[in-house]
T-cell receptor, first 109, second 116 residues
């Protein structure tokens, strides 16, 4: 079993839809969690750090559930420009990150 | 300010050649990471430096892979006697422990290595 797992998708949604991704992790010692966005043939770009209390940035909301060992990303009012691969990652503070496989999102007009 | 830069952006090598990939982290960033990303997969950790000290090299797949950061800024990832399975995108990331308890990592554009 991989240390960080994501549903690879693809998730095909219409513009304006709300879409949610989950990511599970197996290392209970992980302290820091992140969501990255990766466009085709580009580098991962940090989307959000995931805080224990949950955090929101515009249309994006991230949650951490330590008891069930998963993190989630909610995207409201999807835009065409949200089409990308979303990578979740976890790690120890200051150390290496373990990434999931990535979830592909395609937002259609 | 400038982000993480990597060179070359693309590298084609014949099997058996040695290659050297360069990473310039964000100025002032103490920590530097190398990852390998295969098509359709997430990045996989290779090695990590804090300043010039290599603190973790557990992800290096074989002794053909070697990384250094002699002055605590620029880093080079060297692959000796390249094999076809080394074909991947090599990503460099940097982070700074100051000012952020979460140590977000910021990635460079990567070097796409193709071994023929």
């Amino acid at each position: 079993r991989k240390e960080v797992e994501q549903d690879p998708g693809p998730f095909n949604v219409p513009e304006g839809a709300t879409v949610a991704f989950n990511c599970t992790y197996s290392n209970s010692a992980s302290q820091s969690f992140f969501w990255y966005r990766q466009d085709c043939r580009k580098e991962p770009k940090l989307l959000m750090s995931v805080y224990s209390s949950g955090n929101e940035d515009g249309r994006f909301t991230a949650q951490l559930n330590r008891a069930s060992q998963y993190i989630s990303l909610l995207i409201r009012d999807s835009k065409l420009s949200d089409s990308a691969t979303y990578l979740c990652a976890g790690g120890n503070q200051g150390g290496k990150l373990i990434f999931g496989q990535g979830t592909e999102l395609s937002v259609k007009p | 300010g400038a982000g993480v830069s990597q060179s070359p952006r693309y590298k084609v090598a014949k099997r058996g050649q040695d290659v050297a990939l360069r990473c310039d982290p964000i100025s002032g960033h103490v920590s530097l990471f190398w990852y390998q990303q295969a098509l359709g997969q997430g990045p996989e950790f290779l090695t990590y430096f804090q300043n010039e000290a290599q603190l973790d090299k557990s992800g290096l797949p074989s002794d053909r892979f070697f990384a250094e950061r002699p002055e605590g800024s620029v880093s080079t990832l060297k692959i000796q006697r390249t094999q076809q399975e080394d074909s991947a995108v090599y990503l460099c990331a940097s982070s700074s422990p100051s000012g952020s308890s979460y140590n977000e990592q910021f990635f460079g554009p990567g070097t796409r290595l193709t071994v023929l």
